[in-house]
């Protein structure tokens, strides 16, 4: 049985605009209008805000984003169709700025962040990713990662050039001490 209301998303390959443009599915016919291939994910209310964890090596930088609105009872059932957010991701669409409720804007708790980040980064063997993460409206502790974007762009995260300079620094340091230290021979 699939739960509506769904978030569809573009499955792009080649990173283009498109994989941007979602839209919510409110019924079964809805689905027949839409474009395959696709993702589809079940929606979440979620207070209208995502949290962008960007992960670079060891730090951990998250960002406010709005995201898709909450559905209420009422559009559940006077909605049919397909509705489109065309570039819901963008950089204007920061949150960090916005006076929202505090149990919306609330970012999600540092230990969970550290223990997802140390787990993905050992189960996926990357060093450079960052994660969607949205907190079910009316809950404080029910989080939901919607995407996973190995090495995406970091010039919408604040601070990334130092952070970047400290992880690129830290990859050369550590490579460095792992030579022997008496070794005359010099590797081209």
């Given amino acids: 049985m699939v739960c509506f209301v769904l978030v569809a998303k573009p499955l792009v390959v080649d990173g283009s605009a498109k994989s941007h443009e979602l839209s919510l599915a409110y019924d079964q016919f809805s689905l027949s209008k839409l474009d395959p291939p696709l993702v589809l994910q079940e929606f979440v209310n979620h207070g209208g805000v995502l949290f962008k964890v960007?992960?670079?090596?060891?730090?951990?930088?998250?960002?406010?984003?709005?995201?898709?609105?909450?559905?209420?009872?009422?559009?559940?059932?006077?909605?049919?169709?397909?509705?489109?957010?065309?570039?819901?991701?963008?950089?204007?669409a920061s949150a960090d700025e916005a006076d929202l409720d505090p149990c919306v804007a609330e970012l999600p708790p540092r230990p969970l962040l550290e223990r997802l980040a140390r787990e993905l980064r050992r189960r996926l063997g990357l060093r450079l990713f960052n994660l969607d993460m949205i907190r079910e409206h009316g809950s404080r502790d029910r989080f939901y990662v919607i995407d996973i974007n190995y090495f995406p762009g970091y010039g919408k995260m604040p601070e990334y050039e130092h952070i970047f300079t400290d992880f690129l620094l830290s990859l050369a340091q550590s490579k460095y001490k792992i030579r022997p230290a008496n070794s005359n021979t010099h590797k081209v």
């Fill in 54 to 92: 960007y992960i670079v090596g060891d730090a951990i930088k998250v960002v406010r984003r709005f995201s898709l609105p909450d559905v209420n009872e009422r559009e559940l059932l006077n909605n049919h169709g397909v509705f489109r957010f065309p570039r819901v991701s963008c950089a204007a």
